[in-house]
């Protein structure tokens, strides 16, 4: 049971010091530190906060703020040695190595000179990794208060900094310079599917095809006080035409991608997955939910969440396969990719446990390629380094997963929702293992999550007619 008593702090007078004396904390720095610092300090360095950026920079990845590091020695002396009531003088620091994320410091302060005539106290400042790494070293100069003090322990809520606006433009910014693409949009007859493709014909991603019954496609402009002229509208009687028709399309050439618009997924996937007249390959068809997360370091993508219910093992080979050429088109070489379980160990009596080994082991013989494999893996040593430490896990893959293969739709669907709703993450949704990419949405959608959609659409179709990579 958690204690309710009131904590304090106490500080060291300038009497009371000694030379030798030392305080020392330990910081591990997590991915939302990094834009809480930047947001205080205004420091919006790309190193620090453009993973695309940092990739072609000296660490490679996004590195925590150097002054973040530095900040740990201002706490120690604010509040351990000397304490409460110190005053910052001057502080000479030198930065030996970058502090990733998930890097955890020990930061020490030693008392090296006192000064009686005007209460100056110079201390030597350390900060090591987990690796016993030096990571800071220095000096910093404060001026010691003269009397006691005892105070009450202040506890800091937890903050985190979010901008999916922000967001939202930097995935847009990541297709800029590709030609838009031609996209059969089907039965866009409300304002949310219509909106989402008008969005990102504005945004320059795509020239929609729009597949529909006219007059209510031209009701859902008026709603949003759009002007259509010069698009191009295919009149259907009702959405089962309108799925056929933008699926001929597609099977034509005539579009390099489909877009679901207001009518039910199961319609269009119909469809979609026709033998003779459908969109099928020999691929198994899976969708991914890109995700941006405002605490995690790097895009992250989900799948199965919406089209492979219960899929068996040999299915899943195709959804790791789809998901890797994902992140290949993406412009991830090596995809890190961690195969979701309820725990870390293989058990017969969990199913998914089983296909996580043997899914690894086919990477390794060459069955699944372009991607490194681990699993089984908890959720929390996928994209947690901290708790994969804590268990003892050594990978390359956990706490820095690009993929999460879920056990089965219903958990990646909770896993992306939750994501979304209570994380604030920005997700694109994509249909691959078809001839050509299918923008899959859902009807609560925003116009900017259905473009950003569409631009994975996109870089997806650019990637298929330079590479021949599958859609």
């Known amino acids: 049971m958690t204690s309710l008593a009131t904590e304090y702090i106490e500080n060291h007078p300038f009497d009371e010091i000694q030379i030798g004396q030392t305080a020392q904390m330990t910081?591990?720095?997590?991915?939302?530190?990094?834009?809480?610092?930047?947001?205080?300090?205004?420091?919006?360095?790309?190193?620090?906060?453009?993973?695309?950026?940092?990739?072609?920079?000296?660490?490679?990845?996004?590195?925590?703020?150097?002054m973040w590091g530095g900040a740990l020695f201002s706490a120690i002396l604010g509040n351990q040695l000397p304490g409460p009531g110190t005053v910052y003088v001057r502080q000479d620091l030198r930065f030996h190595r970058p502090i990733a994320v998930g890097d955890t410091l020990t930061a020490s302060v030693t008392v090296k000179e006192k000064h009686p005539e005007n209460h100056h106290v110079v201390f030597e400042c350390l900060a090591v990794n987990q690796d016993g790494l030096k990571v800071i070293d220095g000096i910093a100069e404060v001026i010691a208060p003269t009397e006691k003090i005892r105070c009450a322990k202040l506890h800091l809520p937890e903050i985190s900094v979010t901008d999916k606006e922000l967001r939202y433009r930097q995935i847009m910014a990541r297709v800029k310079g590709l030609e838009p693409i031609t996209v059969a949009v089907a039965h866009p007859c409300d304002e949310p599917s219509l909106g989402g493709a008008l969005e990102a014909m504005q945004t320059g991603i795509i020239r929609p095809i729009l597949v529909g019954p006219k007059a209510k496609i031209l009701a859902a402009a008026q709603a949003l006080g759009a002007d259509l002229s010069g698009l191009q509208i295919i009149d259907t009687p009702h959405s089962h035409a309108s799925a056929e028709v933008a699926v001929q399309l597609c099977r034509e050439g005539k579009a390099e991608a489909l877009m679901k618009g207001s009518l039910h997924t199961d319609e269009l996937m119909s469809a979609v997955v026709q033998r003779d007249t459908g969109l099928r390959t020999d691929r198994r068809i899976s969708h991914v939910f890109l995700a941006d997360v405002?605490?995690?370091?790097?895009?992250?993508?989900?799948?199965?969440?919406?089209?492979?219910?219960?899929?068996?093992?040999?299915?899943?080979?195709?959804?790791?396969?789809?998901?890797?050429?994902?992140?290949?088109?993406?412009?991830?070489?090596?995809?890190?990719?961690a195969i979701l379980s309820a725990v870390e160990t293989v058990t017969s009596k969990i199913r998914s446990t089983i296909d996580a080994a043997a899914l690894c082991k086919m990477a390794d013989r060459g069955q699944i390629k372009g991607g490194l494999l681990d699993g089984p893996l908890a959720f929390d040593n996928a994209v947690s380094q901290v708790a994969a430490r804590i268990k003892?896990?050594?990978?390359?893959?956990?706490g820095n997963a690009d993929i999460l293969v879920v056990p089965?739709?219903?958990?990646?669907?909770?896993?992306?929702?939750?994501?979304?709703y209570l994380a604030n993450a920005l997700l694109a949704g994509i249909v691959l293992g078809a001839k050509v990419p299918i923008v899959l949405t859902s009807r609560a959608d925003t116009p900017e999550t259905r473009a950003a959609s569409c631009a994975v659409a996109q870089v997806l179709a650019h990637a298929k007619r330079t590479t021949g990579l599958p859609s």
């Open 27 to 66: 910081r591990t720095l997590r991915p939302q530190d990094i834009p809480l610092f930047a947001a205080i300090s205004g420091d919006i360095n790309p190193t620090h906060l453009d993973p695309e950026f940092a990739k072609k920079g000296p660490t490679h990845e996004v590195v925590g703020h150097s």
């Open 294 to 337: 405002p605490t995690y370091p790097r895009p992250l993508m989900i799948t199965d969440a919406a089209v492979n219910i219960e899929p068996t093992l040999e299915e899943k080979v195709d959804i790791v396969q789809n998901a890797i050429d994902l992140a290949h088109a993406l412009g991830i070489a090596e995809p890190k990719v």
């Open 392 to 398: 003892g896990i050594r990978s390359a893959v956990a």
């Open 408 to 420: 089965d739709l219903e958990a990646g669907n909770m896993v992306a929702k939750q994501l979304e």
